[in-house]
């Protein structure tokens, strides 16, 4: 009785040290006042230019990749008009990719941009999200080549981020 008493202790003890597989890992930006969820480990980078910091959070999971970046400028830029529309041109150009389609995205008063982007040369599709909130500029972006795109990660990946 002892013995399998112990056994069974034992075997609770081993099992119990085990724990349930992570749902992702979230980030908190440190200036930015932005939190999101990756599905795996990120690697952060940061970078000062003359008028501006970029923060910036990836990680590729199952051939498709996440990215976070914001940029504290020392200027308000929020009432700038069509400021969205200008970063995602921007951006599709820096990618060569074409903007099949541009909605509204808002998070909790803010407003942006959101486009679904296609690169016909590298076959990569990427969602991508732009928007401004008096000196930061938030960019989210999701991307993979053809077979591997994901869409439902996509946008469980973007339903995560939260700007306050």
Same mark, same amino acid.
């Given at each position: 009785?002892?013995k399998s008493? %112990?056994? #069974?202790?034992? #075997?609770l003890?081993?099992?119990? /040290? *085990?724990?349930?597989p992570?749902?992702?890992? /979230?980030?908190?930006?440190? @200036?930015g006042k932005?939190t999101a969820?990756?599905? /795996? $480990?990120? &690697?952060?980078?940061?970078?000062?230019g003359e008028?501006? !910091?970029? !923060?910036?959070? &990836?990680?590729t999971m199952?051939? @498709?990749?996440?990215?976070?970046?914001?940029t504290?400028?020392e +200027?308000? #830029? +929020?009432?700038t008009?069509n400021?969205?529309?200008?970063s %995602?041109n921007a *951006?599709?150009?820096a990618i060569?990719?074409?903007?099949?389609?541009k909605? &509204?995205w808002k998070s909790?008063g #803010?407003?942006?941009v959101?486009?679904?982007?296609? +690169?016909? $040369?590298?076959?990569a599709?990427i969602?991508?999200i732009?928007v401004f909130?008096?000196?930061? @500029?938030?960019? *989210?972006?999701?991307?993979?080549?053809?077979?591997s795109?994901?869409?439902?990660k996509?946008?469980?990946f *973007?339903? !995560?981020?939260?700007? @306050?």
């Amino acid at each position: 009785m002892k013995k399998s008493a %112990l056994h #069974l202790f034992a #075997l609770l003890f081993v099992l119990s /040290s *085990f724990s349930p597989p992570a749902k992702g890992v /979230s980030y908190v930006g440190n @200036q930015g006042k932005i939190t999101a969820t990756f599905p /795996s $480990e990120y &690697t952060n980078s940061a970078r000062d230019g003359e008028a501006y !910091t970029t !923060t910036q959070a &990836t990680c590729t999971m199952d051939e @498709q990749s996440y990215m976070i970046s914001y940029t504290v400028h020392e +200027s308000d #830029l +929020s009432q700038t008009e069509n400021l969205e529309d200008v970063s %995602l041109n921007a *951006f599709a150009n820096a990618i060569g990719a074409n903007i099949q389609s541009k909605e &509204t995205w808002k998070s909790k008063g #803010l407003e942006g941009v959101k486009a679904r982007m296609h +690169s016909d $040369e590298s076959d990569a599709y990427i969602d991508y999200i732009v928007v401004f909130a008096g000196k930061v @500029q938030y960019q *989210f972006a999701c991307y993979a080549l053809g077979e591997s795109w994901n869409e439902k990660k996509a946008k469980a990946f *973007f339903k !995560t981020i939260k700007v @306050q």
